[in-house]
Each structure stands twice: as C-alpha cells, then as structure tokens.
T-cell receptor
C-alpha cells in the first residue's frame, strides 16, 4: 500500500459524459501527478500540481482539467468523453519536487470505461 | 522531447542477473532517471532513481553513463516474483515526465 488513495476504483460511463476522479496523496506529500495508461499509448504524464499550483503539463487534452485543493487532494475532470478515453488513470504523490527529483508513490488507479 | 525507448520483453531464469536498458537521447540537464516496477492491475512501484554514475539500493543498481543518454537497471539474482513490467521514467524539477514503453520481464524457474 503506497498510501495514495484514488476513488472510484472503476467507472463506467457513456460517450459525451463528464466524470471526476479523486486522489488523496500520502500524508505530508505536497505534489500530485496524474497519468493515463492505455494499451496503445502506454503511461502518459498528464499534469503535476505542487501545493495547489500547476507546475508541469504533459499530454493533457483540453477536455481534461485538474486541480489541487487546499487540503492537497486532487481531482481530475474528464469531459465530453470519447471511447478513446477509456484507460487506467493513476495519481502519484511526492514530498518535495523541485529539489532534485522526488520519488513518486502511485495509487491503485481508476479504471475508466467509456461505452 | 525526452523520448524514452526500452526493449519490449526479456526472458531470464531464477538466480540470474538481469539488465534492462532505457534510451533517452534528449534528456534535459535537470532531468532525473527513475525506474518503476508494475504488476497487472496495480500502480507502478518505485525501484531506484539516479542522476548520473551508479546508484545502488537493497533491490537494484542503476548505471548511468556520463552522457546520460541511456540508463541500465540491474536486478541481481531475480526470482519468479520479479516477473513484471519495468518502466524507466525521465523527468523532474517541474519538467514534464516521460515513461518508456515498458519491458516485460519473464522469469522462468
């Protein structure tokens, strides 16, 4: 158990809908990262937040958005869902990014299925 | 763009040493190299991290040449439980992160 929690574990929804994935980092970790894992694209970095602020952006679609709240939990919002958005979405957290690289601890993931 | 490439799969036998190499030709100056292990339906698990030269911990060693364009994860004396997918990750210091495509290691008895 990494200490990172993600909810829900599974999500099934229809095309065109909007969903919110939630992540709680390990106690004391200030940074949260979101990744998408699909069979054809592998593990893709989406976005990083540090202490509430966006700090790095990867291959995140405009239909997707994220935020980190004052209590440090984070949410990833996916809208206008398409079949191709079906994937495993991982959240990771780390303690002090920016001072070298930090070890990221990954949550168990949320499996999103778009039908 | 720090594109990372790894071999798709490798086979080994119990008790052998396994070396998995990742190429990252366009690594940025302040990027770090991290290796993760992933089992089916689980999140990646940290193995080891380095910036240059050699790093060793209780489970693995990481070799990074001076030009940092590649890195090699070394797993000593693998066991059946080491059968998993191994990923290199390049990034850090608020740069973007890039995962390799993963190397599926199959350890045979």
């Amino acid at each position: 158990d990494s200490g990172v929690t993600q909810t829900p574990k599974h999500l099934i929804t229809a095309t065109g809908q909007r969903v919110t994935l939630r992540c709680s980092p390990r106690s004391g970790d200030l940074s949260v990262y979101w990744y998408q894992q699909s069979l054809d694209q592998g593990l893709q970095f989406l976005i990083q937040y540090y202490n509430g602020e966006e700090r790095a952006k990867g291959n995140i679609l405009e239909r997707f958005s994220a935020q980190q709240f004052p209590d440090l939990h984070s949410e990833l919002n996916l809208s206008s869902l398409e079949l191709g958005d079906s994937a495993l979405y991982f959240c990771a957290s780390s303690r002090r990014p920016g001072q070298g690289a930090d070890e990221q601890y990954f949550g168990p993931g949320t499996r999103l299925t778009v039908t | 763009l720090a594109k990372t490439t790894q071999p798709i799969s490798m086979d080994s036998y119990e008790g052998q040493e396994v070396n998995i190499t990742c190429s990252h030709n366009n690594i940025a100056t302040n990027d770090y190299i991290t290796w993760y292990q992933q089992f089916p339906s689980q999140g990646p698990r940290f193995i080891i991290q380095g910036y240059k030269t050699k790093v060793t911990n209780e489970v693995a060693s990481l070799f990074i040449p001076a030009d940092r364009k590649s890195s090699t994860l070394s797993l000593p004396r693998v066991s059946l439980s080491d059968t998993a997918v191994y990923y290199c990750l390049v990034g850090g210091n608020f740069n973007k992160f890039y995962f390799g495509s993963g190397t599926k290691l199959n350890v045979k008895p």
